[in-house]
């Protein structure tokens, strides 16, 4: 009989890798905590990633403290909850941590203004309710931030995936940016999605948005390509990768699949092995490989758990004729069936 291991999750990493990074500051920690530290990097890849993207939501968080300080707008640092929480440790090193992995957050309030920034680690997903009222949702790996003013609500979409339920507010519009697209709303629900590349992907599900696409400003002397805005109802979607951002009509069916990450899903729909893969890989820090051509062309359905790599690999090896190789480093291969 085979042997079944445990995968562990992507929060228990998180919570660990949030306690080392707090327990390995500068000038607060023995040579006994660096030797643990370095043994338990080395006892999975996944926690050196984890370690980069806890210490990313603090520099998130770092950026931000920084403008509001410039501002002259009073604020807490990253500092101020480091020194309180380590006043209190070790017992509330393990909760607040973990807090701070799943809500990077850092707010500055006065009359009629909010802003924060919000965050979530590879493979988590979260709601946030804003001051207005609206709902956030984010997906893997994303970074938000939000302005809440008197005239308008504006959100900067760092990176990743948001999905927004905006509470209606004529007076003040809600405006998200993501790349060089700006999504204009005033009560409705939506999702943007911006790519490593920084094409952006927008779909609606409720009610009606704007989106203004206007390229950054080339070099000197060069023409600029003109703002391009559309109208997109519900059940419309556009995406930046094509040169006229056409809008498109999005099924019931195919909406649903769109925002299924949304309940911790992922929908594949006769995709090809290669594409599945790199959406799967978003939700996870294992890396996987497809050894050649022909079997990243085989085509892949079915609705999988974002958190349930295992459960993926085993759907894969049921329905296509691939096995699983785990390789040095964790890294997996998907290799024809012999």
Do not use: C
Request: proline share 4%.
């Amino acid at each position: 009989m085979s042997e079944v291991i445990r995968l562990r999750t992507r929060a228990e990493i998180d919570e660990e890798a949030a306690t080392w990074v707090w327990r390995m500051e500068p000038g607060a920690y023995t040579a006994e905590d660096e030797q643990a530290y370095l043994a338990w990097l080395r006892q999975d890849p996944r926690h050196a990633v984890a370690v980069e993207e806890f210490r990313r939501v603090w520099g998130a968080l770092d950026s931000l403290a920084d403008v509001r300080r410039e501002e002259k707008i009073a604020t807490f640092t990253d500092a101020h909850y480091r020194h309180m929480l380590r006043a209190r440790r070790p017992w509330l090193w393990a909760g607040a941590a973990a807090l701070l992995v799943f809500l990077g957050t850092l707010v500055a309030l006065w009359p009629g203004h909010e802003t924060q920034t919000l965050a979530t680690a590879v493979g988590q997903h979260r709601d946030f309710r804003l001051a207005d009222g609206s709902v956030v949702t984010l997906n893997t790996n994303t970074i938000v931030e939000v302005d809440l003013a008197r005239s308008a609500r504006h959100v900067q979409l760092r990176q990743g995936e948001a999905h927004f339920q905006v509470a209606h507010d004529r007076s003040r519009p809600f405006l998200v940016q993501a790349g060089e697209a700006v999504v204009r709303a005033v009560g409705t629900e939506f999702a943007v999605r911006l790519h490593g590349d920084q094409r952006v992907d927008v779909v609606v599900n409720e009610g009606r948005v704007e989106v203004r696409t206007e390229p950054a400003p080339g070099a000197p002397g060069t023409q600029v390509a003109p703002a391009t805005v559309r109208a997109l109802t519900a059940g419309e979607a556009l995406s930046s990768r094509g040169a006229d951002y056409a809008v498109t009509p999005v099924s019931t069916a195919e909406l649903s699949s769109e925002l299924a990450w949304r309940e911790g899903a992922i929908v594949f729909d006769n995709e090809p092995l290669s594409q599945a893969v790199a959406e799967i890989e978003r939700y996870t820090n294992t890396r996987i490989m497809v050894s050649d051509p022909e079997t990243a062309a085989l085509r892949l359905g079915g609705r999988f758990r974002t958190d349930d790599l295992q459960g993926f690999l085993n759907g894969l090896q049921t329905a296509l004729p691939v096995t699983v190789r785990r390789g040095e480093g964790g890294v997996l291969y998907l290799e024809p069936r012999r």
